[in-house]
């Protein structure tokens, strides 16, 4: 009697797509919506051809950026658990473009004074945010929404008395809201940022102490990991990446307004849950939250091609979200 173990027979595509299921799933999403968009815009429009056009396309993607980067802001707090979410990302974001656009005055000479002006602005009001969270065990909802009406009274109160001057440079309206061909320049920020974190939270021990809090902070502590700083720490990488985006944000418009980045924050939380990331904590799939991104900017193309707007657009946000969180926690009681 032959006693050896029997080895099951491995399927290397199941495998993988049990390996990569959020990510796969976000894009068959993407692709049903440009079809269904297709087909939507061709038969009440009689547009055919417009909704799938490369340079469609690449438009939508375009649009998607910033969702996607303020996606990565709010996964950075998500992903380390407690329930975080970070609300002020649009508002610090705006003060930054704010402060850039009088800095810059349209001259490349003013980035590096942007740049660093936007470190000390996300660095200071994401360390509060950390800091009230993490250590005085705040709820994040409830800190960042106080912080986001400081900030937007911060907003207020300077442009009451001071004009908002001041365009973008030269060198970022190229990188923000150019094109090369039918490619859009701002792509390449999130190739590069999506690049960095796949390698963050696959390569590198401190992606394993991220996703390590976030998936149990208790085990995490008992590994000699501190839990409180990196919760803090994460809130202050929001709150930087947010300025940092304020800046793109300005390049793109080419100029700045009190509330150029307000309308982000609902957005950014609605992709990373479209991407399948966990609202619990402990998963650090970027690329799924870049899907996410174009997934809501092709349905608000799709919007307002229809003639819905503003208001269709963000029934759907709502209505997407709930859908969302209803299917995860229905999966989740099924486990």
Request: glycine letters at 12%; a positive charge.
């Amino acid at each position: 009697m032959d006693n050896r173990p029997v080895q099951l027979e491995r399927h290397p595509i199941r495998e993988f797509y049990q390996q990569n299921s959020k990510t796969l799933n976000a894009f068959l999403m993407c692709v049903l919506v440009f079809i269904l968009g297709e087909i939507v815009i061709g038969a009440v429009m009689g547009a055919h051809g417009t909704f799938l056009s490369v340079s469609q396309v690449f438009l939508t993607i375009r649009l998607a950026a910033f969702v996607a980067l303020f996606g990565l802001c709010q996964q950075l707090v998500i992903c380390v658990g407690g329930g975080g979410l970070d609300l002020s990302v649009g508002y610090i974001a705006t003060l930054t473009g704010i402060c850039a656009g009088h800095i810059m005055n349209g001259q490349n000479s003013g980035v590096l004074l942007s740049v660093l002006t936007a470190l000390a602005i996300g660095g200071f009001f994401g360390l509060c945010n950390g800091l009230l969270t993490a250590y005085l065990k705040l709820p994040s909802l409830v800190v960042t929404m106080a912080m986001a009406n400081i900030v937007q009274g911060i907003v207020n109160a300077y442009v009451s008395k001071v004009a908002i001057e001041g365009n973008a440079a030269p060198a970022l309206q190229w990188l923000a809201a150019r094109f090369t061909g039918v490619f859009p320049n701002i792509l390449i920020v999130v190739v590069l940022v999506t690049a960095v974190m796949m390698v963050l939270f696959r390569r590198t021990s401190l992606g394993v102490r991220i996703l390590g809090v976030g998936a149990n902070e208790n085990t995490a502590y008992l590994s000699g990991v501190n839990v409180k700083r990196v919760r803090c720490a994460a809130f202050v990488a929001s709150g930087i990446l947010a300025a940092l985006i304020g800046l793109l944000l300005l390049g793109y418009l080419g100029h700045a307004s009190k509330d150029m980045a307000s309308n982000y924050v609902m957005p950014s939380i609605v992709a990373v849950v479209v991407g399948g990331v966990s609202i619990n904590g402990g998963e650090g799939n970027y690329l799924s939250v870049v899907l996410g991104a174009v997934v809501l900017q092709s349905l608000t193309n799709l919007f307002v091609a229809l003639g819905w707007g503003d208001a269709g657009k963000w029934l759907g946000y709502g209505l997407i979200l709930l859908v969302m969180l209803a299917a995860y926690i229905r999966n989740k009681r099924k486990r």
